[in-house]
């Protein structure tokens, strides 16, 4: 059973499953045996040419390993207008909805606007928010419509997130290293022990959500590591 890093910006020399984040305008990827993700970040919507990386994002759709949109989403952190914002996260929306590919979400202070537009656009791809901070009633307002969770160390390192991470059902937790060097296997060991729960019990549940997730899989490689490829159809 394979631990998997859903959203990782640095592959590691590890035998786990790992999602590498890529962003947009890095598309086309050359190398194609590692399992990734692409999308515009919102922080890098008025420094980029949008319209030719939303290309890129659909050319990449129809790559194998390519299994995500994202990351993308909504941030009220940044200067960038929310409009434009929310203009591009509705069109990579679409595109994951029609290519039948989850959404890797980031979001910061934007949690109602987040909800609200998955209600409006009633996509049934699987949203995925990564590197999620918020508190326990964000978290049980988010997993009671449907979205899956993925925390990492920083989440798992502050104790005023423990109620939180309580509040999220195993079954809808990812886990992740983000862009820090460190082993998803350390974050897997926080996460159990925080949850009170067997490491390789909390390992299954997490391989079967990714399952769930991104559906049955055929046989690829990711870096030395042959492991399961999902195929997003399900």
């Known amino acids: 059973m394979q631990q998997i890093d859903i959203h990782t910006h640095q592959l590691k020399k590890e035998e786990h499953i790992q999602i590498l984040n890529i962003f947009a305008q890095d598309l086309p990827v050359v190398r194609q045996?590692?399992?990734?993700?692409?999308?515009?970040?919102?922080?890098?919507?008025?420094?980029?040419?949008?319209?030719?990386?939303?290309?890129e994002i659909e050319r990449a759709t129809q790559l194998k390993n390519m299994i995500a949109i994202g990351e993308c989403g909504l941030d009220r952190s940044v200067s960038t207008s929310f409009a434009l914002q929310e203009l591009?996260?509705?069109a990579q929306i679409q595109i994951a909805h029609t290519a039948v590919k989850p959404l890797i979400i980031h979001c910061v202070r934007a949690y109602s606007e987040l909800l609200k537009l998955k209600k409006e656009t009633r996509a049934e791809i699987p949203w995925i928010i990564h590197g999620f901070r918020g508190n326990q009633q964000t978290a049980q307002s988010l997993v009671r419509h449907g979205f899956?969770?993925?925390?990492?160390?920083?989440?798992?390192?502050d104790q005023s997130k423990q109620n939180a991470l309580q509040t999220i059902p195993p079954e809808q937790l990812f886990l992740e290293t983000d862009d820090r060097k460190i082993s998803v296997g350390s974050v897997y060991q926080k996460a159990a022990l925080a949850l009170k729960i067997d490491e390789e019990e909390l390992t299954e549940i997490i391989f079967n959500t990714f399952k769930k997730v991104f559906g049955n899989q055929q046989e690829e490689k990711t870096g030395n590591q042959p492991l399961s490829t999902p195929n997003t159809k399900h």
């Open 148 to 157: 899956f969770l993925s925390v990492g160390e920083q989440f798992l390192n």
């Open 88 to 90: 591009y996260f509705r």
């Open 33 to 55: 045996n590692h399992l990734f993700s692409a999308g515009i970040h919102p922080w890098h919507i008025e420094t980029v040419k949008v319209d030719k990386c939303l290309q």
